[in-house]
């Protein structure tokens, strides 16, 4: 079965980032994609220390969660990562995720190519384009196939569930999903 892996960068639990990455593994999973979220807020991921033990050994030796998050990034047909703004950009952690995934992947003989990646960025006010572009960039340098939507794929809210009301952030979010399906389908047979 094909399947979609969504991992929120927020710090913290239950909030927009989350309940935007839910809507779309919601909308997957009611097209017949298997769906797991993974919430960075439940895991520890340091920053890359720039050791090259990923060049030596393909793999990362720092001891954290990282090994079994990038495992599941490997296993899964496709990717979504979301994030709220921070300052700007996207957060430390998810960053910290993204850095060592690309370097570990690219030594890896390219492991992340021709999977389905997806961004979601979540802001109060600003920073949202940019942020989803910085998402963007880990795809595209993986060489992975990125879909579209009728948006750009943010979201509006700070409040706890806040983004419910940003309907359009809503309909971006659920179409992306659908067109995610489509393309794993059309690639999956």
Request: net charge neutral; charged share 25%.
């Amino acid at each position: 079965m094909v399947k979609v892996i969504g991992i929120c960068g927020s710090p913290r639990m239950r909030g927009n980032t989350e309940y935007l990455i839910n809507e779309a593994l919601d909308t997957l999973k009611a097209e017949g994609i298997e769906v797991e979220l993974i919430r960075l807020a439940e895991k520890t991921v340091a920053p890359c220390e720039a050791c090259e033990a990923c060049k030596a050994l393909m793999d990362c030796q720092i001891a954290d969660d990282f090994q079994e998050i990038f495992a599941k990034m490997e296993e899964a047909d496709g990717i979504i990562v979301g994030s709220p703004v921070y300052f700007g950009s996207a957060t430390p952690q998810m960053m910290a995720l993204l850095d060592r995934a690309g370097y570990v992947a690219l030594k890896k003989n390219r492991s992340l190519e021709r999977k389905v990646g997806a961004s979601i960025a979540v802001a109060r006010r600003a920073g949202a384009n940019f942020t989803f572009a910085q998402l963007n960039y880990f795809f595209f340098i993986n060489g992975m196939i990125v879909p579209g939507s009728t948006y750009w794929n943010v979201g509006y809210g700070r409040a706890l569930e806040e983004v419910k009301s940003d309907e359009e952030g809503l309909r971006t979010v659920r179409n992306l999903a659908v067109n995610m399906a489509w393309l794993l389908k059309k690639i999956h047979g």
